[in-house]
């Protein structure tokens, strides 16, 4: 139900049978109501919301025009020339002059600033989805499950052991109820019942944990990369919360594990379109359709390494809103290396020889996303990076380039920009060459491992729980800054940088009752 207990129209903007029936039919079939006859009073409340929102530029534009107008006629009159004159016999003319500049020119860069300056992005909180404790997914649950499946050979099966073993994933994480059954069941409902699982969960959580209604949101985005129904995804989250029919709405698909960074970037743009507006991001991921039964070892990888997660996050521009946010939301920045074709086919949902379906990870990934790393932190550094650590970089580059000198490339120390890191954990050789090319040490990415040993790779949602995991444990103090980095299909890399606005040590319900302590990711 939408405000004053009127339905709101689906999608494509039409409108409930009931309404729909009741409008004359010229034709014998269904017409377009007339407006006339069906406006709303919340419809009311939004127009003058939107007069109220530009009631500055309202005034100012006839203002300006009555202002030139006058100074028109005064031109036309002759009464233009005799206040110079006054000014010039009074010897105030220069003075006039002066005052007249003076107060345009004021008045100009006033209005530039007002009209240039990016509002501010708010992070007010957010959320992390914990699955029951009945989809809980052990190594040795994983191996009995798989070798009942007959599918597979045993040098599959041998393979994805290995794979757990070196994977860092702990005994803990979470696989949805389709996964777990045998047979496993794929089918549309079972995914969707995956997706409202998460989706609702997180949601739910973020409503308690904030006090923000759902009649309050403004701009809702949710990215999932492998699940992409009809209706969409946002469409189920409109249709259980019964979200305002003016809510906008967007579905990222298809983007990958970095399309979290992806939905804040898009995020942001448009809360510098929309003024006082709050915004809801949720960030998952579907596995049910794509677990795989065949024995190509390429696409047997992510069963070993995704698992159910997500994560819901409030965001808003609204300046009065910064003394109850956590974060200020400082850079974000993607790079993207589609243009090469083996960046292009490195993450590749694709059907195997025999018409099972999965995604492949080709052996040229963690060279790919090298590239897309260093892309990415060479256009991050000079927006973050002190100028010591930028002149260093440079004479460095000068020196090898121009001089021809035999000297290693240096590694800016990005420990100079960043307290605090958030890695994808999209694997435990991830995140240990990540480590070593930054050269950041384990106590900088323990969290990034802490979240792969208790969640597995939550895809989008990881940067998330790391997040958690850092203000559970050593907390984030006031001005500290946060990197949050995360590679994703096409092949991408994106960054993601906020500014902590106050102290915060709080517990998220995702790490309650786990140890205070890093966690043994192995």
């Known amino acids: 139900m939408g405000r004053g207990g009127q339905r709101a129209p689906d999608e494509a903007g039409n409108q409930p049978a009931a309404a729909a029936a009741r409008a004359p039919a010229a034709d014998g079939g269904q017409q377009f109501p007339d407006y006339r006859s069906s406006v709303g009073l919340n419809y009311v409340k939004q127009g003058y919301s939107i007069v109220v929102n ?40 220069f003075n006039l002059v002066t005052l007249v500049a003076s107060i345009t020119l004021l008045v100009t860069l006033a209005v530039a600033y007002i009209v240039t300056r990016s509002k501010p992005v708010y992070l007010i909180d957010f959320v992390c989805y914990k699955a029951p404790d009945m989809l ?85 985005i949710v990215n999932c990369s492998l699940f992409n129904p009809t209706p969409s995804l946002s469409a189920m989250l409109v249709n259980h919360y019964k979200l305002r029919s003016d809510v906008l709405t967007y579905n990222l698909a298809g983007m990958g594990c970095s399309a979290g960074v992806i939905a804040i970037q898009l995020a942001k743009e448009l809360l510098q379109v929309y003024p006082r507006s ?43 809103d910064w003394m109850k946010a956590k974060y200020e939301l400082v850079h974000t920045l993607r790079t993207h290396k589609g243009a090469n074709d083996q ?91 990540i ?20 969640y597995g790779n939550t895809s989008s949602a990881s940067i998330w729980y790391i997040l958690a995991r850092i203000e559970s444990t050593v907390g984030v103090k006031r001005g500290e800054r946060i990197w949050q980095i995360a590679f994703g299909s096409g092949f991408k890399c994106n960054s993601a940088v906020w500014r902590s606005l106050r102290s915060i040590n709080t517990p998220h319900l995702a790490w309650e009752g786990e140890k205070t302590g890093p966690l043994t990711s192995g």
């Open 136 to 220: 809980q997914s052990s190594h040795e649950w994983f191996r009995n499950q798989s070798a009942r499946v007959p599918t597979f050979t045993e040098q599959s099966l041998d393979f994805q052991n290995k794979i757990m073993e070196r994977s860092g994933l702990g005994h803990e994480t979470y696989l949805p109820d389709g996964v777990r059954q045998f047979p496993a069941d794929k089918s549309m409902a079972s995914a969707r019942a995956e997706a409202e699982m998460v989706m609702f969960g997180a949601m739910d959580m973020l409503f308690e944990k904030t006090g923000l209604k759902p009649r309050d949101i403004d701009i809702l």
């Open 54 to 93: 530009n009631l500055l530029t309202l005034l100012l534009v006839p203002l300006a025009g009555l202002f030139g107008m006058e100074i028109y006629m005064m031109f036309v009159t002759g009464e233009l020339s005799n206040v110079w004159n006054s000014a010039a016999a009074t010897n105030v003319q």
């Open 278 to 320: 709050r915004c809801v991001v949720l960030s998952t991921e579907n596995i049910t359709q794509n677990w795989y039964f065949g024995n190509q070892r390429s696409m047997l990888i992510p069963n070993c390494l995704f698992r159910i997660g997500g994560a819901a996050m409030y965001l808003t521009n609204r300046r009065r």
């Open 343 to 433: 960046a292009f086919h490195c993450v590749y949902q694709m059907e195997d020889d025999v018409g099972n379906v999965g995604v492949k990870l080709a052996k040229e990934l963690m060279a790919v996303a090298g590239e897309a790393l260093k892309a990415n932190i060479t256009r991050l550094g000079p927006l973050v990076l002190p100028i010591s650590e930028q002149l260093l970089f440079f004479i460095n580059l000068v020196a090898r380039k121009v001089f021809k000198q035999k000297l290693k490339p240096y590694i800016p120390d990005f420990t100079t920009a960043f307290e605090h890191f958030c890695i994808h954990t999209g694997g435990k050789g991830v995140i240990d060459e």
């Open 435 to 454: 480590e070593k090319q930054l050269k950041l040490g384990p106590e900088l990415t323990r969290f990034s491992k802490d979240a792969l040993y208790r």
